[in-house]
């Protein structure tokens, strides 16, 4: 009889354990039929999607290889006029040379902030790919001269 009891508690005992894993496969079905799987997959698809509208656009393609060209050539402006007013302040009256002094400060802060943006889009991931290959991997806010073509 004692026997009979236990065979009895066994077969209860995965009837329950059988049930409990059918709830959870009723469970994971439902939640996939009734857009849970939208749910638990949104982050993956935002980033998908998101790459897709920005990386996969040509328009973004062709908008970050001409804005490296543009940044590079900003920094070569911003020489080319300091080298300009270097030569022209050695003949300048001292009230003219304080002018060009000022304006030389505002156009090496002007390149720092060109070779800045320069580098930091040419660390990003995403527009890396686009950075021409003649155009140099980053600039040198300490170099007199850039030399945007390799």
């Given at each position: 009889m004692v026997m009979g009891q236990v065979r009895e508690g066994a077969r209860i005992g995965t009837w329950v354990v059988g049930g409990i894993i059918g709830l959870a496969v009723l469970y994971v079905i439902g939640v996939f039929a009734?857009?849970?799987?939208?749910?638990?997959?949104?982050?993956?698809?935002?980033e998908a999607d998101k790459r897709e509208n920005t990386v996969?656009?040509?328009?973004?393609?062709?908008?970050?290889?001409?804005?490296?060209?543009?940044?590079?050539?900003?920094?070569?402006?911003?020489?080319g006029t300091i080298q300009a007013l270097q030569e022209e302040r050695k003949a300048a009256s001292e009230t003219r040379a304080t002018q060009i002094d000022q304006s030389?400060?505002?156009?090496?802060?002007?390149?720092?902030?060109?070779?800045?943006?320069?580098n930091s889009?040419?660390?990003?991931?995403?527009?890396?790919?686009?950075?021409?290959k003649d155009?140099?991997?980053?600039?040198?806010?300490t170099a007199e001269r850039t030399t945007c073509t390799n």
């Amino acid at each position: 009889m004692v026997m009979g009891q236990v065979r009895e508690g066994a077969r209860i005992g995965t009837w329950v354990v059988g049930g409990i894993i059918g709830l959870a496969v009723l469970y994971v079905i439902g939640v996939f039929a009734f857009g849970g799987a939208g749910w638990i997959t949104a982050p993956f698809r935002g980033e998908a999607d998101k790459r897709e509208n920005t990386v996969g656009s040509g328009e973004f393609r062709q908008t970050t290889y001409e804005q490296f060209f543009d940044l590079c050539e900003a920094v070569q402006n911003a020489e080319g006029t300091i080298q300009a007013l270097q030569e022209e302040r050695k003949a300048a009256s001292e009230t003219r040379a304080t002018q060009i002094d000022q304006s030389i400060t505002a156009l090496k802060a002007t390149r720092i902030e060109s070779v800045n943006a320069y580098n930091s889009k040419a660390a990003q991931e995403h527009r890396a790919p686009f950075r021409d290959k003649d155009l140099p991997y980053r600039l040198d806010a300490t170099a007199e001269r850039t030399t945007c073509t390799n």
